[in-house]
């Protein structure tokens, strides 16, 4: 855990270097549709189509949001 949270503290600092604080706020939302993934490929727990969803939906609405205008 402390590993993880080292390298999300890292990678938001870099991000904010380098963006807005409301862009990269924003990409703060795919923590969990990354957390699913990463507990589908290395820990084998099973994918539903609800979570399959709310990860597509989130991806989806960041993806709205950070795109220029």
């Known amino acids: 855990a402390i590993g993880c949270w080292v390298i999300a503290f890292f990678g938001r600092i870099f991000a904010l270097s380098n963006l807005e604080a409301g862009r ?4 703060n939302y795919l923590e969990p549709p990354i957390a699913l993934l990463f507990g589908v490929l ?13 990860g597509v939906m989130i991806g989806a609405a960041v993806w709205v949001v950070s795109r220029e205008s």
Do not use: M
């Not at 290395?42 to 709310?54: Q, R």
């Open 42 to 54: 290395l820990l084998g727990e099973p994918l539903g189509i609800p979570s399959l969803l709310g």
């Open 24 to 27: 990269v706020s924003v990409w």
